[in-house]
């Protein structure tokens, strides 16, 4: 009984404390740490969406590049923040554990928010702007890179583990903690969009009406927040033990089934080679059950006669065990829901780019003042996560339960399923959004508008549509990647996860090309793609899901019931119907149904184009008739202004003979008067006679000045000396004298140069107006 109650107190799954010693229940995990986890992600998400959401912006406006720059340099920055979590999610399986990883990154992280919010702020950091833009200095702009790229590398840690970090807080040996675990991924993805929510409005109103650095201080602040809490809850974290390199393994199976490619593999499971411990050689994950798919792996676990005379050594890259084995067929098994992953990825896309080219050409107007940007309207799809996620949990599930009978209401597999049926419907919306909006364009003759007077809001469905898709899909796909990923391999399988958005990105550029032209995409594409994605969905195995030796099994997939009414034979019974068909049968029937369904999807792809074509015909017949009447229109505007012209011109031509012959050009000259050049030259002389007398009077008037200066000069002297002196008395009365009569004179002279001034006057007008006569003889000439 001490044992039993031993083992009621520590976690069964392998995790362990801060310290290194076995997790005990009561004291660590469950939500009393996910509280911790939740703030961290919330802040964290804020801080990323914060910077990241406008920086296409900042690199327009600040660091003066042109758009497509800003752009090209923003997607790449994006797409390395969906490849560096493969480098974390490595890091944290192999060496440091998701909690170390973490750590680390975060730091690195914080030290990339501060360094961009420097960049903004500092002088000397940040570009200096004016009038003419901004002039960013080489050592500005690769200070904002070396920012922004330690900011990817950051995420890179925190990406793949925090969501994997969250749910290693629950036993899957305890059925209360396993079912706690599916409502965790829910206020884990409601706790992405808060932060994103808050960043998407308040911080970009910052960063474009207050100013850079507090748009990029804050977000820092908010990284910081999340770095201590999830310090402060440490004593409470339960930690899974790093198992190795999981590429180095995979890689041993790989390289020891091709080396035995002509090595038969047994019947009997147990002839395949495993540890004799109760523990699984790889460290922190348990063992796993053999299952029957990928056989052809299996030959890396098959023993032989080079392997008996080791005496015990075993080469890992000849010779694997059936763990080891089985964590590969775990990762190639996941590939398909990976694949579907992109596919509603790029639905999720379509908020940036559709839906957005979409309402730019609708009324934006909210009021008689304010104008919504078409971006903005992603907010939609913000809440609806945070109202679907609540719901979800808290009203779908225990609903769910009570006609499924499963604890989580539904499979992984059937959430994300329900998830693309939902996107289905939003995509079908979108296209009919946009086959009313050209029906619109077309009735209304609005070819030549930037805008229709259509609200844009007519768009919020759509939007309102993805989001719930994302609450069943994605939170699915989160859970799913976790609960089917080996022990030590999970947060390299939560990566993987993370990479369907790139997939995405990059399909959704092909579906952009394709819908340069028509908007057939739109509505057929992505349809055609969800339809395949849940084909993929249907067509996987679900007897992939690992059993686990000692440990209780995982809950298996029920085996599911092929019912196929278009291939079932009118002569069976009822019996016959209730019993599943051999696997041949079976596997031909399905081929059959898909075959009717590829006819059925050409039958209606040959109707729509047979549609889309007459569409098209009838649109070039009026395209053409609209411009052979624009042409006649040009033609006869251009006649008619022809006309003007040569009438104006005539006019002006009447006009002209008119006043020559009337005389009017002769009117206004005036009778001409000989003019005297010898009085002329006479008037000139004296002019510079007085010119000559004012520069010697001016002469005078300085020499006069200096005198006087020494004089005062002397009086000074005078009266600082201590004994008087009578000689320079005479001296400055002698001078004083002679200034005086100087003063007297020049006052005389000055008199008469101004009466001489006054008399030149008159005489200096004359000769101007002699001047112009001449010049006007000249002209006449």
């Not at 309207?377 to 609806?384: A, I, K, Q, V, Y």
Request: proline share 4%; with cysteine; aromatic share 10%.
């Amino acid at each position: 009984m001490a044992a039993i109650g031993e083992d009621d107190i520590y976690t069964k799954d392998g995790t362990v404390n801060i310290h290194k010693k076995p997790a005990n229940k009561a004291k660590t995990g469950s939500w009393k740490a996910c509280r911790f986890i939740l703030v961290t992600e919330c802040c964290e998400r804020l801080a990323y969406y914060g910077m990241s959401t406008n920086l296409v912006n900042y690199l327009r406006i600040r660091l003066g590049q042109g758009n497509v720059t800003a752009s090209n340099n923003v997607t790449n920055w994006s797409g390395t923040c969906y490849v560096t979590p493969l480098i974390g999610a490595f890091v944290a399986d192999s060496y440091l554990g998701r909690f170390w990883t973490i750590a680390t990154f975060a730091t690195i992280y914080v030290i990339g928010m501060a360094l961009l919010t420097l960049s903004a702020s500092v002088p000397g950091l940040k570009p200096e702007c004016n009038k003419n833009g901004c002039h960013p200095s080489s050592l500005q702009t690769a200070t904002f890179f070396v920012a922004i790229y330690l900011i990817a590398l950051g995420t890179g840690g925190i990406k793949p583990c925090v969501s994997s970090f969250g749910a290693d807080q629950f036993d899957d040996n305890d059925e209360r903690e396993k079912r706690k675990k599916s409502s965790f991924f829910n206020w884990f993805y409601l706790s992405i969009n808060i932060g994103a929510m808050i960043a998407s409005s308040v911080l970009v109103w910052i960063q474009m009406n207050v100013g850079w650095g507090w748009g990029f201080g804050i977000p820092a602040v908010s990284m910081a927040i999340a770095v201590a809490f999830f310090f402060l809850g440490s004593r409470l974290y339960r930690l899974q033990i790093p198992g190795g390199s999981p590429l180095t393994r995979i890689f041993q199976v790989l390289v020891a089934s091709i080396r035995k490619y002509n090595v038969k593999v047994p019947t009997d499971k147990s002839l395949l080679y495993e540890t004799a411990d109760a523990e699984s050689s790889i460290q922190g994950s348990r063992k796993l059950e053999h299952t029957d798919k990928f056989r052809c792996l299996d030959k890396a676990a098959v023993e032989t006669d080079s392997h008996s005379s080791l005496k015990g050594v075993v080469n890992p890259w000849s010779l694997c065990t059936v763990t080891q084995v089985e964590e590969l067929k775990s990762i190639v098994g996941l590939l398909p829901i990976w694949a579907s992953g992109i596919v509603f990825s790029t639905v999720n896309s379509q908020m940036g780019t559709m839906f957005v080219l979409q309402g730019n050409t609708m009324d934006q107007q909210m009021g008689p003042n304010f104008k919504i940007p078409s971006a903005s309207l992603s907010l939609f799809n913000t809440l609806s996560v945070i109202f679907w996620a609540p719901v979800y949990d808290q009203v779908i599930i225990p609903l769910a339960r009570k006609y499924t009978r499963n604890d989580r209401g539904f499979t992984q597999l059937q959430r994300m399923g329900i998830g693309l049926v939902i996107a289905t419907f939003a995509m079908i919306v979108a296209g009919l959004l946009e086959v009313a909006r050209l029906d619109y364009v077309r009735r209304n003759n609005y070819y030549d508008q930037p805008t229709i007077p259509m609200s844009i809001f007519w768009q919020v469905p759509q939007y309102f549509l993805v989001g719930c898709a994302e609450v069943f899909t994605n939170i699915g796909q989160l859970e799913f990647f976790y609960d089917q990923a080996p022990d030590a391999m999970r947060s390299l399988c939560s990566a993987l996860a993370l990479t369907t958005h790139a997939g995405g990105h990059y399909l959704t550029k092909l579906t952009s090309a394709l819908a340069d032209s028509a908007t057939l995409p739109l509505l057929f594409l992505s349809i055609f793609f969800q339809q395949h994605a849940m084909i993929s969905l249907k067509a996987i195995r679900t007897s992939f899901t690992p059993n686990y030796g000692p440990f209780p099994e995982r809950e298996s997939f029920k085996k599911r019931r092929i019912v196929l009414s278009l291939c079932k034979s009118n002569s069976s019974d009822n019996s016959s119907q209730e019993t599943p068909p051999p696997e041949g049968d079976s596997r031909k029937q399905e081929l059959l149904v898909r075959i009717a369904m590829l006819q059925a999807q050409k039958v209606r792809l040959t109707d729509y184009l047979d549609e889309r074509s007459a569409y098209l015909t009838q649109f070039a017949e009026e395209a053409n008739a609209e411009i052979d009447q624009i042409g006649e229109n040009a033609l006869k505007e251009l006649d008619e202004a022809g006309t003007r012209r040569v009438k104006r011109v005539a006019d002006f031509e009447g006009q002209i003979e008119k006043d020559r012959n009337e005389g009017l050009f002769f009117k206004n000259l005036r009778p001409k008067t000989p003019v005297d050049k010898a009085t002329a030259r006479e008037e000139t002389e004296k002019i510079r006679e007085l010119t000559k007398k004012s520069a010697a009077s001016v002469i005078r008037r300085n020499i006069y000045l200096a005198l006087i200066a020494l004089v005062i000069l002397g009086i000074a002297d005078a009266s600082i000396s201590s004994t008087f002196d009578w000689r320079k008395v005479a001296i400055l009365g002698v001078i004083l004298m002679f200034t005086g009569l100087s003063s007297s004179l020049n006052s005389t002279t000055s008199k008469k140069r101004k009466e001489g001034a006054r008399s030149v006057t008159p005489k200096v007008r004359k000769l101007t107006e002699i001047n112009q006569q001449i010049l006007m003889g000249k002209q006449e000439e």
